[in-house]
């Protein structure tokens, strides 16, 4: 069965780092797209950022909120991907999800594009 692990959540000061790996259990090259989403309290989950890699290539995608402060990146040997958070907001604060999708056939920031999910970790951006 496949299960995807979030951790690296926690507490993170106004303009601090943080940095989240989403584990997967089977082999990563297996999907074309890994994405980390985020629910705040009350809100829709959004995409955050988006690892994807078709045909030989790789592209990476950024919520505009974040664009220049998260870095997406991957590890094929651990089957991990990370998001490098850096001068985090308050606002930033929600639970971060890693999904997985074997073919990226619409937005990468759809929520119904992926069927796989972890179970969420939880990010507070708090002095």
């Known amino acids: 069965q496949l299960t995807l692990v979030e951790s690296g959540g926690g507490l993170g000061q106004p303009g601090g780092s943080l940095r989240l790996s989403c584990v997967v259990s089977?082999?990563?090259?297996?999907?074309?797209?890994i994405t980390w989403f985020r629910q705040a309290p009350g809100k829709e989950r959004e995409g955050v950022s988006c690892?994807?890699?078709?045909?030989?290539?790789?592209?990476?995608y950024y919520a505009e909120s974040v664009k220049g402060r998260f870095t997406i990146s991957r590890d094929p040997a651990r089957n991990t991907v990370y998001l490098q958070m850096n001068s985090l907001k308050p606002e930033d604060t929600a639970v971060y999800y890693c999904?997985?999708?074997?073919?990226?056939?619409?937005?990468?920031?759809?929520?119904?594009?992926?069927?796989?999910w972890g179970q969420g970790v939880r990010v507070t951006v708090s002095s």
């Open positions: 089977e082999n990563i090259l297996n999907f074309e797209a």
């Open positions: 999904a997985a999708d074997r073919s990226l056939d619409g937005g990468w920031f759809w929520v119904d594009e992926y069927d796989t």
């Open positions: 690892f994807h890699w078709t045909e030989g290539k790789t592209y990476t």
